[in-house]
């Protein structure tokens, strides 16, 4: 890409959230499989390792510099004044999109789906030497998506707490909810050279 498609008035971040065309994502999906296969099982779980570490680092950045910006009780009670920190709510009206249960049974038949079913995971469970080596790589596991899972919610309510009287999607900023962590990338760390590439490639990696 040249310097004018990454002006901030032609630069739209709908194209690489949906990975159009015009990301070259046929032609960055055809060189992935090659990769796996001339690094082989160890190079894509060590590209896989990568990845999440950079996930990590960049959710982590984001909530410092979202938390230094209105400060650690706004985090807290902004969400919490708004309704967006109910933790035990046992509604059983299927109608509602999110409550204490949907979010358990929900979480719950996804995992199993993707642990149990997908391709890339079983291909890793036959690679180890034994069952016992499966237990415990998934038990280990455990603690990482928690770690994952949590400061994807706090992130969200950091920037919930940077935006709640300046709606970027009602202001035309974006064009859907889905732009608003590049949005607040985009937005927030400008002074920073390099992390708004640097987070678009691991949401790019992410996608592939």
């Known amino acids: 890409f040249n310097n004018e498609q990454f002006d901030s008035k032609s630069f739209h971040l709908d194209v690489l959230l949906s990975l ?3 990301t070259s994502t046929p032609q960055c999906s055809k060189t992935q499989p090659g990769s796996k296969s001339a690094g082989g099982l160890k190079a894509a779980i060590l ?6 570490l950079t996930m990590i680092f960049c959710s982590v950045v984001i909530i410092i510099q979202g938390t230094l910006n209105v400060g650690v009780s706004a985090v ?3 969400p919490r004044d708004e309704g ?15 409550t204490t249960l949907s ?10 789906s993707i642990f149990g079913c997908q391709q890339n995971f079983v291909q890793r469970y036959c690679s ?13 596991n455990i603690p990482v998506i928690t770690v994952l899972f949590s400061l994807s919610w706090v992130a969200g ?3 919930f707490a940077n ?5 970027p999607l009602s202001l035309g900023y974006i064009n859907k909810i889905d732009e608003i962590v590049p949005f607040f990338v985009e937005d927030q760390f400008t002074y920073l050279p390099g992390f708004l590439g640097l987070f678009m490639a691991s949401l790019f990696n992410g996608a592939l």
């Open 76 to 78: 807290i009670n902004v």
């Open 157 to 159: 309510m950091v920037i």
């Open 47 to 52: 590209a896989d390792v990568m990845q999440g």
């Open 163 to 167: 935006y709640v009287n300046c709606d």
């Open 128 to 140: 180890m030497k034994s069952q016992k080596t499966v237990t415990q790589t998934l038990l280990a």
């Open 103 to 112: 979010a358990l049974f929900g979480q719950l038949f996804m995992s199993l």
């Open 84 to 98: 967006r920190l109910k933790f035990f709510d046992f509604n059983t009206d299927p109608t509602i999109r999110v």
């Open 20 to 22: 159009r065309a015009a």
